[in-house]
Every structure is written in structure tokens, then in C-alpha cells.
T-cell receptor, first 111, second 113 residues
Framework: EDKVVQSPLSLVVHEGDTVTLNCSYE??????LLWYKQEKKAPTFLFML????IEKKSGRLSSILDKKELFSILNITATQTGDSAVYLC???????????FGTGTRLTVIP | DTAVSQTPKYLVTQMGNDKSIKCEQN?????MYWYKQDSKKFLKIMFS???????INETVPNRFSPKSPDKAHLNLHINSLELGDSAVYFC????????????FGPGTRLTVT
């Protein structure tokens, strides 16, 4: 059965800390891995990863994929209170409707 | 302008009722989706639909049916509502079924009592 597992489930840090969020997966016919940030409403897209070892970066956020070990990490450096959100990992498999989400990591950044 | 909109924002109803949630996108996308997010924030795709085909996630009960009057709309009809249907339902759209380019609507919180 296809599955996506995120860890930790929740995390509380102080502003300025660096955090690493983990996503492991077992999905047949892997196509891509997606990271989303969800605050109070709908998820917003962060990164799409398809190739191993190539870091995607956007400001203080970065992500990398390891297709051999079947995981991805999302790093956030110098965290700010605005980074507080649920971070969702999703894996797309070949074929239609094959987008599998993890349960998310709830990040809380305290001043 | 809102890219993907949903109505209503909140919906409280009793078990056994039939209800609909509307979704409209003004992005000119050809594919629309419905997702369910439960109380533990677990997000699951229910349907994807473009002008060629409707693809249903096999785990979705047949009490749920999407209806598309035109390319810009994909409404979700739910018959005989059950307690377990309580969740936030998100509509989304993209061009050519490209997931990473999806735009999500603001969500509809459905509570079944």
C-alpha cells in the first residue's frame, strides 16, 4: 500500500532556530514529491522534487530528495513566527489521481 | 480576484441530509479536484475532473458525486450525510492535471451532527 510518513508530528522551536522536517515514502511508480505549507486555510505550494540530490531553495527554505532511501527533508533556517504552520509532504505517482499526502508536521515558532 | 472560490465557507447539517458545495475557478484551467481533509489534517484526493474524464478515488463512497456544469465549475454533491463526512473540503484547479501547479480554494468546513 502506498504511504507517506512525516516526522515529527509536531515541533516547537524558538525564533532563529533551524528546523528539519522529514518525509519518507513508499509509493509505486514515483513521479515527484511535493512540499506544501498550510496555515489557516488552503495549502500553498513550496517545492517539487523529482531528482535525487538536487537541492531546491527559496529564501530560508530548502529541500532535497533521496530516491534511493525514499525520503525528503525540508529545512527552514532562522525561523520566524510566520513560519508557524502545518507542513505537508505529498508524493505523486504515475497515473491519475495518484497524489498521496502525509499527515503533516505542525511547526510552532515562538518569539 | 479570487482564483478558486468555494461556497459555502461553513456548512452545518444533520445526518441523512443531502448537501452541495460549489467551486468555481477563474484561471482558465482544464482540471479541477476535490480533496477531503479530516480533523487530523490528513489530506486526501477524492476526484479529479477535466473535460475529458472524471477520475474517482476508489475509496470515496458513491454518496459523493462531482458535477461540472462547465469548465469553470466543479460542484460536490453529498447524499445521505454521515458523521464521518465531517471535514474540510478543498477544491483545486490546475492546467493539464499538473499537481504542483494546483491552486486551492479556501475550503468548506462541513460539520455533520
Amino acid at each position: 500500500e502506498d504511504k507517506v510518513v512525516q516526522s515529527p508530528l509536531s515541533l516547537v522551536v524558538h525564533e532563529g532556530d533551524t528546523v528539519t522536517l522529514n518525509c519518507s515514502y513508499e509509493v509505486t511508480n514515483f513521479r515527484s514529491l511535493l512540499w506544501y505549507k498550510q496555515e489557516k486555510k488552503a495549502p500553498t505550494f513550496l517545492f517539487m522534487l523529482t531528482s535525487s540530490g538536487i537541492e531546491k531553495k527559496s529564501g530560508r527554505l530548502s529541500s532535497i530528495l533521496d530516491k534511493k532511501e525514499l525520503f525528503s527533508i525540508l529545512n527552514i533556517t532562522a525561523t520566524q513566527t510566520g513560519d508557524s504552520a502545518v507542513y505537508l509532504c505529498a508524493v505523486e505517482a504515475a497515473g491519475a489521481n495518484n497524489l498521496f499526502f502525509g499527515t503533516g508536521t505542525r511547526l510552532t515558532v515562538i518569539p | 480576484d479570487t482564483a478558486v472560490s468555494q461556497t459555502p465557507k461553513y456548512l452545518v447539517t444533520q445526518m441523512g441530509n443531502d448537501k452541495s458545495i460549489k467551486c468555481e475557478q477563474n484561471l482558465g484551467h482544464d482540471t479541477m479536484y476535490w480533496y477531503k481533509q479530516d480533523s487530523k489534517k490528513f489530506l486526501k484526493i477524492m476526484f479529479s475532473y477535466n473535460n475529458k474524464e472524471l477520475i474517482i478515488n476508489e475509496t470515496v463512497p458513491n454518496r459523493f458525486s462531482p458535477k461540472s456544469p462547465d469548465k469553470a465549475h466543479l460542484n460536490l454533491h453529498i447524499n445521505s450525510l454521515e458523521l464521518g463526512d465531517s471535514a474540510v473540503y478543498f477544491c483545486a484547479s490546475s492546467q493539464e492535471s499538473v499537481f504542483y501547479e494546483q491552486y486551492f480554494g479556501p475550503g468548506t468546513r462541513l460539520t455533520v451532527t
